[in-house]
């Protein structure tokens, strides 16, 4: 029900559509009660009702039959009365009125065998195929009327059926688009913690797939609670206008019903979640693989990578095959057997109460309307029993594809504040990812406004987290310790999107996305011009990228920027933060993936880019913060050392052994 809820958020959108819908499927359902009594009236009345009493008449109408000299038809009654009778599809005259029983006719004697067991003996005559179609005549009119409304009927059923399901269709694209863009949209609003622990193949399969079952989740209950319900409620209103007591006999099935299901939703559930969270894996696995396709083929992993997919997909063929046995076993299979069972349980309810006494030729229309709306209910069983599987399915699917539109979300609000003057004060900071393992261990750290501060420390010494922390990529828990300033204010007083627009960064590792140089280093800011894009890139030492480009910054990059090199996808990364103008620009190992000429280019359009604004280094090559105002040592999340670079060596401790380090290697 909860799930339904936040299903309905979106349904709701579209209030008109479901309407048309609703009423598309109740007309529909009205149409399928109107075809049994139709055919029940056309078999009964017209096919088979030449067989009741005919009566002579001294004058000829248009009601009236001739047959031999004679007339006669069934709208009055008197003494003076005869019989036709069917017999293996042939027709036979009796001179008298003959009662209703079992006959056999042997040559021209039929004998009849009332319920009372009375036995009479009657000459026939056998009719000609011109006289059966002359007492057939005054059915003509009627019977066409029927078969045309028979016609309508039909056609029309198809209209709204296709009208429904148009109408429904349009509510499922809308749902899982509308559900997709805030999926996609809280994705950007969550913590980063989310990201630590969720694959990124799994949480892109959530989005594609499981949104999904948003749209099944939405037809199954209109198959399920809406179609069925009104399939059960026609298929009764027939049933109790045909025979009340029989009807009601059949409630006696529906606890065994609820009981059998509830067992079958039981076993059902647990096996659902296996297979939705194995096929989230696969795809995580083959995101894995399609991403690290390099590495694998290098270092010839083929066969392992191999094993864990196979392995993954063999677990989920085994669940898979978990969930079919059981549908085979006591799902919608056995309703096909309950099915037969009912249909020969109605021809002896029948046969044995009406086929024996008087009104035969009308039960035979009431055992194709019964028997066709107990089927209509059996069916819907067996929908239940069937669409029951997707049923879970998709709850299992929408409840994971709600995770993340209603999943943790940073503040999303955003209110334009003054341009930040650049002091940043880092007090007495303590910081853990996981509760009682701190990285970060009391650190003080106060940079003045327009100064470059470099961050040094081997790995995992807490350079990254205590960035992350000033990128507001994390903030700091009731668990924690200290506070962190921009010009003498608490960071946390100003809502995320606020705080980072004077904020920039610089990754290792360059993102670029698929689109030109230009929209790139735009990057949402489209009010920038492309020539001020290409003046940028050029004042940071671009030029030599750009010349030998023939587009220039209208140059198409390709997914993940793989048409250009490391150092060229760094300057771009390097061109997008100054394009911001932000007030504080955090390099995180921003040259140390490059090579040395293009390091240089950096370190010299460094000098240029750092004026009016403050830089905060994190350096793996030394040489790129050598000309530093500050250099900080991190050692096990503790800051150790801090002064330039000359004082530093001149200690000779940890940054001192680092550098040297450094320079014996390049040496070497």
Known sequence: MKTMKKVWRYISKYKKLLFISLSAMLVVQALGLLAPLIVKTILDDYLIGIQRPWYEVLAENDKTVSYQGRYFTQETENTNGISIVIIQGKYYFIDEIAPSGYKVLVGNQLTVTTQDNQVLTYQVVPLSRAEVLNFYNPYIQPLSILIILLMVRFFLQILFTYIQRISTSMINVNI?????????????????????????????????????????????????????????????????????????????????????????????NTIAVKVNEQSSMITAQLNEIINGIGILQIFNFRKQTEKKFNDLSADFVKEKIKENLLHLSIGWNLIRLLGALVTSVIILYFGNGYLSIPGFVVSVGIIYAYNDYLTRLIEQVGTLFREIGNLQHAIVKTERIFRIIDGEQEDGSFTEIKRFEGHVKFDNIWFSYEEGKPVLKGIDLDIKKGEMVGLVGHTGSGKSSLMSLLMRFYDLKTTDMGKIYID????????????????????????????????????????????????????????????????????????????????????????????????????????????????????????????????????????????????VVLENGIKVEEGRHKDLLSKNGVYANIYRSQIKTIAE
Not at 206 to 235: E, H, K, P, Q, W
Not at 562 to 584: M, T, Y
């Open 488 to 631: 003498d204010i608490d960071i946390e007083t100003f809502s995320k999107r606020s705080f980072r627009t004077h904020v920039g960064i610089i990754l290792q590792d360059p993102v670029m996305f698929k689109g030109t140089i230009a929209d790139n280093v735009k990057f949402g800011n489209h009010q920038v011009s492309d020539e001020e894009v290409e003046k940028v890139i050029r004042e940071i030492g671009g030029s030599k990228l750009l010349d030998k480009l023939e587009h220039g910054v209208l140059q198409m990059i390709t997914r993940g920027g793989g048409n250009l090199s490391v150092g060229e996808k760094q300057i771009i990364s390097f061109a997008r933060a100054v394009i911001h103008d932000p007030a504080i620009l955090v390099m995180d190992e921003a040259t140390a993936n490059i090579d040395t000429e293009t390091e240089t280019m950096i370190q010299q359009a460094l000098e240029t880019v750092k004026k009016g604004r403050t830089m905060i280094v994190i350096a793996h090559r030394l040489s790129t913060i050598k000309n530093a105002d500050k250099i």
């Open 176 to 268: 899982v688009r509308d559900a997709r863009k805030d999926a996609v949209s809280s994705l950007q609003r969550m913590p980063m913690t989310y990201f630590e622990t969720e694959p990124a193949g799994k949480i892109a399969n959530r989005i594609i797939s499981d949104v999904g079952g948003m749209m099944n989740l939405f037809s199954t209950i209109m198959n399920l609670l809406v179609n069925a319900t009104m399939a059960v409620i026609f298929a009764y209103i027939g049933m109790f206008y045909l025979d009340a007591t029989l009807a009601l006999m059949t409630f006696i099935v529906f606890p065994i019903i609820y009981i059998w299901l509830k067992f079958f939703i039981k076993k059902l």
